[in-house]
């Protein structure tokens, strides 16, 4: 408003114009409402020159504050009115003009046609009580602006001194408008020429509902015409509006599936990516459990170098000994050839077991726990032979050559031991590998297709959005493409679950395999044990003759034993840790394969979630549809009856002027 002032003062200041008293005053009484600061303009009653209203038309072409301008009976002469519309041409923010009771004729009147056909902002204009219509060729001006508008709504006209040809002028401008609603033509001169010409170009405008002819002298048929006609456009623009609104609230809600499609995405999107953290996570663990088991294999290596260290020294030390011990190589020889014996007939019998456990791979579960039973039977057993082998140690003390053959054999088993431990060191390491490149393997062709899969679905919801008019085409496309690869992901999803089941199938059979060596390790010491018991018996029944040379070396032997019964006990506590490290890996296994289950019951939680979601977006399309056929049959039957009740009324209104003409010319001429 203070911009406002200050603009018109200074233009004036610089026109070298004395500013009018009427406008200082209300201006300054003019108060700006609360909203967004915009007010109304009010110099009503306010006599204005032409050099006022000059500067009035430049300060309005760049006003931002006034919505509303009121110049009723200011006594504006024609370069006045063409100052101020001048103005108002270029301005972007007044609504509404009221130049009521100016006289506003000829050159005021083109100069108003001029305004309309440039200004886009004004909706409503007040011309009563002018004479606009008194001049034929300034009207058809002003009305050929009127037809050029888009913006203007309300236009009223009443008192104008409008006749039968400016009624035609302005129907010509309602057949080119097409957003005047409402217009006021009462108290002029249109007769029933003019009013015939309107209800003509109602045929051809739907936009206007609002024709107010009162006082014109139109017949009463010609009136109920023209308001049959309004109420033609009034439907119209109602259904139109409806229209509008539901094909806007379908665009929103098919916005709202979009979005609601990108949020479930994105959602499954960071589902993959935890799943993805979640088996990085695993295989790092297992890699720092990998790499703390060959550590503890280190370890034992070194001590099982350390064994054989002392074993050379005590060789060594038992040379002497083998001297005296040589009529024993032939007894050594033959118990050899009893135990390979004895070795391939428990190979027999393992082959055989092995043969049996094959045909009872579906008991799986059953057979673990049983197989874990019997390890405590068998270490309750090798406690058992433990006290036997140290009491057979006590009796194998007092024989030199038990001693130097024990020697040996211990030595032997030591070697091969050694080389068990190797050799399993060696596949537990492939293994691992294996794994490990399979994890990898799975883990990059998830992401690959979870990376395809993302790309499609983008490209896919740009191909939404650049083809909106093509919806119903683009829906069934995607459709098969949706079914296809549905298919395909369950296709490589059953794939994914038959490999994951074979390679834990091939796990376990390894680790049965694994099992079934230690056990087959246990029953040769245990009857390598037995064995043992029954050759000292007939070695202290054949060797009594050798007492003598015997008691000459015991405390040498007492030595031995010593060293031999620590040996012994560091080789079984060996044993155990081994047996401990193969029951927490085969615990190991069984919480990967629990894991493993976990991912493929989220798996499936998610594949029923999408297909639920695609199953709701289908219904969803097809009542929208369904909506959409029904909107265009209604629309269809509502155009079919207004093209009956528009050829009804225009067979009525032939009628009626068929009717008006023979009145006419039946009726005498009476001359004044």
Same mark, same amino acid.
């Given at each position: 408003?203070?911009?406002?002032?200050?603009?018109?003062?200074?233009?004036?200041?610089?026109?070298?114009?004395?500013?009018? /008293?009427?406008?200082?005053?209300?201006?300054?009484?003019?108060?700006?409402?609360?909203?967004?600061? =915009?007010?109304?303009?009010?110099?009503?009653?306010?006599?204005?020159?032409?050099?006022?209203?000059?500067?009035?038309?430049?300060?309005?072409?760049?006003?931002?504050?006034?919505?509303?301008? =009121?110049?009723?009976?200011?006594?504006?002469?024609?370069?006045?009115?063409?100052?101020?519309?001048?103005?108002?041409?270029?301005?972007?923010?007044?609504?509404?003009?009221?130049?009521?009771?100016?006289?506003?004729?000829?050159?005021?009147?083109?100069?108003?046609?001029?305004?309309?056909?440039?200004?886009?902002?004004?909706?409503?204009?007040?011309?009563?009580?002018?004479?606009?219509?008194?001049?034929?060729?300034?009207?058809?001006?002003?009305?050929?602006?009127?037809?050029?508008?888009?913006?203007?709504?309300?236009?009223?006209?009443?008192?104008?001194?409008?006749?039968?040809?400016?009624?035609?002028?302005?129907?010509?401008?309602?057949?080119?408008?097409?957003?005047?609603?409402?217009?006021?033509?009462?108290?002029?001169?249109?007769?029933?020429?003019?009013?015939?010409?309107?209800?003509?170009?109602?045929?051809?405008?739907?936009?206007?509902?609002?024709?107010?002819?009162?006082?014109?002298?139109?017949?009463? /048929?010609?009136?109920?015409?023209?308001?049959?006609?309004?109420? #033609?456009?009034?439907?119209? #623009?109602?259904?139109?509006?409806?229209?509008?609104?539901?094909?806007?609230?379908?665009?929103?809600?098919?916005?709202?599936?979009?979005?609601?499609?990108?949020?479930?995405?994105?959602?499954?999107?960071?589902?993959?990516?935890?799943?993805?953290?979640?088996?990085?996570?695993?295989?790092?663990?297992?890699? #720092?459990?990998?790499?703390?088991?060959?550590?503890?294999?280190?370890?034992?290596?070194?001590?099982?170098?350390?064994?054989?260290?002392?074993?050379?020294?005590?060789?060594?030390?038992?040379?002497?000994?083998?001297?005296?011990?040589?009529?024993?190589?032939?007894?050594?020889?033959?118990?050899?050839?009893?135990?390979?014996?004895?070795?391939?007939?428990?190979?027999?019998?393992?082959?055989?077991?092995?043969?049996?456990?094959?045909?009872?791979?579906?008991?799986?579960?059953?057979?673990?726990?049983?197989?874990? /039973?019997?390890?405590?039977?068998?270490?309750? $057993?090798?406690?058992?032979?433990?006290?036997?082998?140290?009491?057979?140690?006590?009796?194998?003390?007092?024989?030199?050559?038990?001693?130097?053959?024990?020697?040996?054999?211990?030595?032997?088993?030591?070697?091969?031991?050694?080389?068990?431990?190797?050799?399993?060191?060696?596949?537990?390491?492939?293994?691992?590998?294996?794994?490990?490149?399979?994890?990898?393997?799975?883990?990059?062709?998830?992401?690959?297709?979870?990376?395809?899969?993302?790309?499609?679905?983008?490209?896919?919801?740009?191909?939404?959005?650049?083809?909106?008019?093509?919806?119903?085409?683009e829906i069934s496309r995607l459709k098969s493409q949706a079914s296809a690869e549905r298919l395909q992901a369950e296709e490589q999803l059953i794939n994914t679950k038959q490999r994951i089941r074979n390679e834990e199938e091939?796990?376990? $059979?390894?680790?049965?395999?694994?099992?079934?060596?230690?056990? #087959?390790?246990?029953?040769?010491?245990?009857?390598?044990?037995?064995?043992?018991?029954?050759?000292?018996?007939?070695?202290?029944?054949?060797?009594?003759?050798?007492?003598?040379?015997?008691?000459?070396?015991?405390?040498?032997?007492?030595?031995?034993?010593?060293?031999?019964?620590?040996?012994?006990?560091?080789?079984?506590?060996?044993?155990? =840790?081994?047996?401990?490290?193969?029951?927490?890996?085969?615990?190991q296994l069984e919480t990967e394969r629990q894991a493993q289950g976990d991912l493929r019951d989220r798996i499936n939680v998610l594949e029923r979630q999408l297909t639920d979601q695609t199953a709701k977006h289908r219904d969803?399309?097809?009542?929208?549809?369904?909506?959409?056929?029904?909107?265009?049959?209604?629309?269809?039957?509502?155009?079919?009856?207004?093209?009956?009740?528009r050829d009804e009324d225009a067979q009525r209104a032939n009628v009626l002027q068929s009717a008006i003409l023979n009145y006419v010319h039946k009726s005498p001429y009476t001359p004044r």
């Amino acid at each position: 408003m203070d911009e406002f002032k200050h603009t018109f003062l200074r233009l004036c200041r610089d026109h070298h114009i004395e500013p009018q /008293d009427c406008v200082l005053n209300r201006l300054k009484s003019v108060k700006l409402s609360p909203r967004k600061g =915009k007010s109304s303009l009010d110099l009503s009653t306010s006599s204005l020159t032409v050099k006022t209203c000059a500067i009035l038309g430049k300060v309005l072409a760049t006003d931002r504050t006034f919505t509303e301008i =009121k110049l009723n009976d200011c006594m504006l002469t024609d370069d006045g009115v063409k100052a101020i519309t001048h103005g108002l041409s270029s301005n972007v923010t007044c609504r509404k003009l009221d130049l009521k009771g100016n006289n506003i004729r000829g050159g005021g009147a083109e100069a108003l046609g001029r305004m309309l056909r440039h200004n886009k902002t004004l909706t409503s204009l007040g011309l009563e009580w002018n004479a606009l219509g008194i001049l034929d060729n300034s009207f058809s001006v002003f009305c050929e602006g009127l037809g050029a508008n888009t913006a203007l709504r309300e236009l009223d006209l009443r008192n104008n001194q409008i006749t039968h040809d400016g009624a035609t002028e302005l129907a010509s401008a309602l057949k080119r408008n097409t957003t005047l609603q409402a217009i006021d033509v009462k108290w002029n001169n249109i007769g029933i020429i003019g009013s015939r010409v309107l209800l003509d170009a109602l045929q051809y405008n739907k936009t206007i509902v609002k024709m107010a002819l009162a006082g014109n002298n139109i017949p009463n /048929d010609i009136l109920k015409a023209i308001a049959t006609a309004l109420g #033609h456009n009034e439907d119209h #623009h109602l259904l139109t509006n409806e229209y509008l609104m539901r094909t806007h609230m379908l665009s929103s809600e098919l916005h709202q599936a979009k979005q609601d499609k990108k949020l479930q995405v994105s959602d499954l999107m960071d589902k993959i990516d935890k799943q993805e953290d979640l088996m990085r996570k695993t295989g790092r663990s297992t890699g #720092h459990k990998l790499g703390q088991l060959q550590a503890a294999l280190e370890e034992r290596k070194g001590a099982f170098n350390s064994l054989a260290a002392k074993f050379s020294m005590m060789e060594s030390e038992l040379a002497l000994s083998e001297q005296k011990v040589h009529n024993l190589e032939g007894i050594l020889s033959r118990l050899k050839q009893e135990q390979s014996d004895a070795s391939q007939r428990h190979q027999s019998e393992a082959r055989q077991e092995r043969e049996e456990r094959a045909s009872m791979e579906t008991r799986l579960l059953r057979d673990l726990s049983e197989s874990n /039973d019997r390890n405590v039977q068998y270490e309750a $057993k090798v406690d058992d032979l433990e006290r036997k082998c140290k009491q057979q140690q006590e009796m194998i003390y007092e024989l030199k050559e038990q001693a130097a053959h024990m020697q040996a054999e211990l030595k032997l088993k030591t070697s091969q031991y050694e080389e068990r431990i190797q050799h399993e060191k060696e596949k537990t390491k492939s293994h691992l590998q294996e794994v490990e490149e399979i994890k990898t393997k799975e883990i990059n062709r998830i992401r690959q297709e979870s990376e395809d899969s993302e790309k499609a679905l983008k490209s896919r919801i740009q191909k939404h959005e650049h083809h909106r008019l093509e919806l119903e085409e683009e829906i069934s496309r995607l459709k098969s493409q949706a079914s296809a690869e549905r298919l395909q992901a369950e296709e490589q999803l059953i794939n994914t679950k038959q490999r994951i089941r074979n390679e834990e199938e091939q796990k376990c $059979k390894q680790l049965e395999d694994r099992i079934r060596m230690l056990q #087959h390790s246990k029953d040769e010491l245990q009857s390598h044990s037995s064995h043992q018991a029954t050759l000292v018996t007939e070695l202290q029944n054949k060797n009594g003759h050798m007492a003598l040379e015997i008691e000459t070396l015991k405390r040498k032997i007492e030595d031995l034993s010593q060293d031999l019964s620590g040996k012994n006990n560091e080789m079984m506590a060996e044993v155990g =840790k081994v047996k401990l490290e193969v029951s927490q890996k085969v615990a190991q296994l069984e919480t990967e394969r629990q894991a493993q289950g976990d991912l493929r019951d989220r798996i499936n939680v998610l594949e029923r979630q999408l297909t639920d979601q695609t199953a709701k977006h289908r219904d969803a399309l097809q009542q929208k549809e369904n909506e959409i056929s029904s909107l265009n049959e209604k629309l269809h039957a509502r155009e079919v009856e207004i093209h009956r009740m528009r050829d009804e009324d225009a067979q009525r209104a032939n009628v009626l002027q068929s009717a008006i003409l023979n009145y006419v010319h039946k009726s005498p001429y009476t001359p004044r």
